[in-house]
C-alpha cells in the first residue's frame, strides 16, 4: 500500500521542503478521509472547510486540519469509536500514527489529534533531512450543534482507493466561511482567499443557513436580523476596511504556489471591497 502512497507524492512535484510537507500532509488527510469513511463516519457527518475545499473542489491552498460538522444535532457524539477504525485504516497503508481525543463535553466543537511520524519514514523525500523528529499533526473538528439549513452532497474520490465523501454543498460552506469572516476574533488570510475563491466560482451563500449560524454564535447571536444580500455587503464592507491586509497575506503566503502568490500583491481594502461588490 505504501507504493500508492508514493506515486502520490510523486504527483505533486514538489518544488521545495515547504511544499512536500504539506503534500505529505495532504496524503495523510486523504488516508485519513478513506479510512473515516470505512468507518461508516459520512453517514452522520459532512466534511466542511477549507480542505474540503482542497480535496473536494481542487482550490489552489493548501490546509491543515478536517473539519466536519454532524448531519443533525448530536450534543453527545464521540470520537473515540471513529478514532480506533482510524488508526486500523492508517496501519493498513504502513503508517503508525496517534490520535488523541481533545474533547469536552461542554463543547459545541469536539475536538481530536492525528498526529503521524511513520509516513515521512515511509516515503521517498526529496527535501526533508531529519526525518527522526519529524511529526505530522493534523487536528480534526466536528461541530455537533450545527446551524440549521445547510446543504449537503456527494463527492465520490479515488485516493488512496474508491470511496463516497459526504460534503456540504458549496453554497453551506460559503455561508460558513463568512461566518468565520464576520465572527472570527483574530485574522485568518486563508479565510479571506477562500472568500475570493467563492467569488470568483459565482457561488451564492446560503442565506438561511448563514443567517442560523449568526443567531447561532456571535455579535449577532439571538437577534433576528434579516440577513440578505444587502445587510451582508454592508458588513463585509466595514469588515474589509478594518483589516491589516499585509498581514491577512502574510498568513496565506505559505500555502499557496509561486504563481498564486504574485496575486497576494492585491490584496488591499479597493481589491476586497471589488471582491464584495461581486456577491
Known amino acids: 500500500m505504501i507504493e500508492l502512497l508514493q506515486q502520490q507524492l510523486d504527483s505533486y512535484k514538489a518544488a521545495g521542503p515547504i511544499q512536500e510537507e504539506q503534500a505529505t500532509r495532504e496524503i495523510l488527510q486523504e488516508v485519513a478521509l478513506y479510512s473515516l469513511w470505512r468507518a461508516g463516519f459520512f453517514e452522520i457527518a459532512a466534511f466542511q472547510g477549507g480542505t474540503c475545499l482542497r480535496i473536494i473542489h481542487g482550490i489552489q491552498r493548501f490546509s491543515e486540519d478536517l473539519d466536519f460538522v454532524l448531519k443533525a444535532p448530536n450534543p453527545g457524539f464521540e470520537w473515540k469509536p471513529y478514532l480506533e477504525k482510524l488508526l486500523s485504516g492508517l496501519q493498513e497503508f504502513g503508517l503508525s500514527s496517534e490520535a488523541i481525543d481533545r474533547s469536552r463535553m461542554d463543547q459545541q466543537v469536539k475536538r481530536a489529534l492525528l498526529k503521524d511520524s511513520s509516513v515521512s519514514n515511509q516515503l521517498n523525500l526529496t527535501f526533508e533531512r531529519d526525518r527522526s523528529t519529524r511529526v505530522l499533526r493534523i487536528k480534526l473538528e466536528i461541530d455537533v450543534n450545527p446551524p440549521r439549513d445547510s446543504g449537503f452532497e456527494y463527492s465520490y474520490l479515488e485516493f488512496p482507493l474508491d470511496f463516497e465523501v459526504c460534503h456540504q454543498d458549496l453554497a453551506s460552506n460559503f455561508a460558513l466561511k463568512i461566518h468565520a469572516l464576520l465572527c472570527r476574533p483574530y485574522l485568518k488570510g486563508r479565510d479571506w482567499y477562500d ?85
Open 195 to 279: 472568500f475570493g475563491w467563492y467569488v470568483s466560482q459565482n457561488i451564492h451563500p446560503n442565506y438561511p443557513h448563514l443567517q442560523a449560524a449568526l443567531e447561532q454564535h456571535g455579535p449577532w447571536q439571538g437577534q433576528s436580523q434579516l440577513i440578505d444580500q444587502a445587510w451582508l455587503k454592508n458588513a463585509l464592507a466595514i469588515k474589509v476596511a478594518a483589516l491589516d491586509w499585509k498581514k491577512a497575506a502574510g498568513d496565506v503566503e505559505r500555502f499557496l504556489n509561486d504563481a498564486d502568490k504574485q496575486s497576494l500583491t492585491l490584496w488591499s481594502v479597493r481589491f476586497f471591497q471589488n471582491k464584495v461588490e461581486r456577491i
